[in-house]
């Protein structure tokens, strides 16, 4: 391409976005879309019942 050619092109307009601000709107574009996670299973059982062993008790009433 001539020079003059290349001096008759009108400017191109660049837009400047920071790379933290294009990967931050990823990160938040991937999270909208992303239906939520089912619970683990064993998150959703009941913890079973703890088993009284009298010791703590026996040492608070002592110390009272």
Not at 16 to 32: E, I, Q
């Amino acid at each position: 391409m001539p020079a003059t050619e290349r001096d008759e092109a009108p400017p191109r307009e660049v837009s400047a976005v920071p790379m933290s601000a294009l990967l931050a709107s990823c990160a938040a574009a991937k999270a909208v879309s992303t239906p939520p996670r089912l619970p683990d299973p064993e998150a959703a059982r009941p913890n079973p019942p703890r088993r009284e062993t009298g010791h703590r008790e026996a040492a608070h009433r002592d110390a009272a």
